[in-house]
Each structure stands twice: as C-alpha cells, then as structure tokens.
C-alpha cells in the first residue's frame, strides 16, 4: 500500500522561506508523477506545482500564483518529493497536501499546515 507522510509545515512570517517534504513508501517511487496541492478555507483544493516520472523527464509545472517562488524537486534515492517555498505571503496559507499519480491512482498525503504572517 502506498503511503505519503508530509512535513515541514509551520507559521512564518511574509517574505520567509518553508521546505516541505513528502515520504513516500510501499511502491516504486521512480514512477509516479508527484504534485503539491493546497487547500485554503473556503476553497477548493488547487494543484500548486508538479514533477513527472523519471521515465517522462522529470519536467515541472507551476501554479501562476507560485512562479518564481515555489520549487518542486524529487530525490528518486530517498522516495521524497520537496517544494521550496520563497518569498511567502499571506495568500500562501493553506493546508498542503502531497500526490502520487500513476495510471490514474491517486494517493494522498494527510496533509500539513502552512501560514503565512502579515
């Protein structure tokens, strides 16, 4: 069973810096195209950024609200996914939740707190 487990949520204040981190275990990590999504109270879940497989190229793909800010990577050796998040806002806050994809099954993280101080 595939199993994501989140970190490194917390509060920050604007113009900080937060690196979540995103474990994933109980399959072949190499193959999933993995995202961050965000949900905000109030709104629905929106996908923040996204990086293929290794065998799709590892390409990457961002929110317009996050370009230039947000960094999503993947370490295949670890079985973990980040997003580096610079230069914060207020608007950033969230619950952020890490997804694997493959082949239409979607798996979700439990999901962790970010917010962002004015």
């Known amino acids: 069973q595939v199993q994501l487990v989140e970190s490194g949520g917390g509060l920050v204040q604007a113009g900080g810096s937060l690196r979540l981190s995103c474990a994933v275990s109980?399959?072949?990590?190499?193959?999933?195209?993995m995202g961050w999504y965000r949900q905000a109270p109030g709104k629905q879940r929106e996908l923040v950024a996204a990086?293929?497989?290794?065998?799709?190229?590892?390409?990457?793909n961002y929110a317009d609200s996050v370009k230039g800010r947000f960094t999503i990577s993947r370490d295949n050796a670890k079985n973990t996914v980040y997003l580096q998040m610079n230069s914060l806002k207020p608007e950033d806050t969230a619950v952020y939740y890490c997804?694997?994809?493959?082949?239409?099954?979607?798996?979700w993280g439990q999901g962790t707190q970010v917010t962002v101080s004015s």
């Open positions: 109980g399959s072949i990590f190499s193959v999933y195209a």
């Open positions: 990086i293929r497989s290794v065998g799709s190229g590892q390409g990457t």
């Open positions: 997804n694997a994809m493959y082949f239409g099954n979607n798996y």
